[in-house]
């Protein structure tokens, strides 16, 4: 049975900007009936919620504090569709010698943070005839990307986590999906001079991927191509990185 978005009940997290904000145009343009658009500052959520007020709902969420994880999911009653989208570069060299302190933020945000509201909402999940789980990683979790190379850490991680969670709820009808994106329009990558797909771009091409089944989903040319070396030969992958940057 393919996967329909129309009647849905989702939540966003980091859905104030950039790509959680490109799932909740492309969650109310095909018909989901409620989406929990999450951020910190609730405040920065009233352009979003005006997309359509009788369905997007404005909650706080920061995923690194667990209070907030539990009272949001003692708010939810239904769900099907969790994107865990909120993601942090505060990136450093891997050889850098406060490379932990960074290491250890990123994953706070990219994974740990993820992995406990997936956790505590997979009960809620479980009761949906057709659930997903979308995560997003990035092209830099393929393969580790030097310059920003604790940051590649936090995202191969999330890589792990994703093929770890798609084996343990392949009983249950939920779907685990990864999104792997390269440079995206956003304001994690103001500064990155290139051709840059739109966030809605990302969310589109994933959603398109669900409905067929495809739970591994590199959405632009970058990530296709990276992705492409990668299954050539891992260590190409890395060899192209490295001489990026
Ligand atoms: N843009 C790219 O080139 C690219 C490529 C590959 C993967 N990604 C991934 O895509 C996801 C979205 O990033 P983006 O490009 O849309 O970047 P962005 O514009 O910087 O947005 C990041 C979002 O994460 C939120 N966030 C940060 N820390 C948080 C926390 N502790 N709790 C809850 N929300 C938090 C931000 O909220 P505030 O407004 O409160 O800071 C913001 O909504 C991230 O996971 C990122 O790693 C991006």
Same mark, same amino acid.
Not at 39 to 45: E, F, P
Not at 116 to 130: G, N
């Given at each position: 049975?393919?996967?329909?978005?129309?009647?849905?009940?989702?939540?966003?997290?980091?859905?104030?900007?950039?790509?959680?904000?490109?799932?909740? !145009?492309?969650? =109310?343009?095909?018909?989901?009936?409620? &989406?929990? @658009?999450?951020?910190? +500052? $609730?405040?920065?959520? !009233?352009?979003? =919620?005006?997309?359509?007020?009788?369905? &997007?709902? @404005?909650?706080?969420? +920061? $995923?690194?504090?667990?209070?907030?994880?539990?009272?949001?999911?003692?708010?939810?009653?239904?769900?099907?569709?969790?994107?865990?989208?909120?993601?942090?570069?505060?990136?450093?060299?891997?050889?850098?010698?406060?490379?932990?302190?960074?290491?250890?933020?990123?994953?706070?945000?990219?994974?740990?943070?993820?992995?406990?509201?997936?956790?505590?909402?997979?009960?809620?999940?479980?009761?949906?005839?057709?659930?997903?789980?979308?995560?997003i990683s990035s092209i830099a979790g393929i393969s580790n990307f030097p310059s920003i190379g604790t940051y590649s850490i936090s995202k191969a991680a999330m890589h792990s986590y994703s093929e770890g969670l798609r084996a343990d709820l392949k009983q249950d009808a939920i779907a685990v999906m990864c999104v792997y994106p390269g440079p995206t329009d956003t304001r994690m990558a103001e500064g990155m001079e290139m051709d840059k797909p739109t966030p809605v771009s990302v969310s589109e091409k994933a959603f398109a991927a669900l409905s067929e089944g495809q739970l591994e989903v590199f959405p632009d040319d970058f990530a296709k191509q990276m992705y492409a070396t990668f299954l050539e030969s891992p260590v190409k992958l890395a060899q192209t990185f490295a001489q990026m940057g």
């Open positions: 049975m393919s996967f329909t978005l129309a009647g849905k009940i989702a939540l966003v997290t980091g859905a104030n900007r950039g790509i959680g904000e490109g799932f909740v !145009q492309t969650l =109310v343009k095909a018909g989901a009936k409620k &989406i929990y @658009a999450a951020a910190r +500052d $609730v405040s920065s959520l !009233q352009s979003i =919620v005006a997309l359509n007020p009788e369905v &997007i709902e @404005a909650v706080e969420l +920061d $995923v690194t504090k667990i209070e907030q994880i539990q009272g949001l999911v003692n708010h939810i009653p239904q769900l099907d569709i969790l994107v865990n989208n909120a993601g942090i570069i505060d990136s450093a060299l891997s050889s850098a010698l406060d490379a932990t302190e960074f290491a250890r933020q990123e994953m706070e945000v990219n994974l740990f943070g993820p992995m406990k509201l997936t956790s505590a909402l997979i009960p809620v999940l479980k009761q949906s005839p057709q659930a997903a789980i979308i995560n």
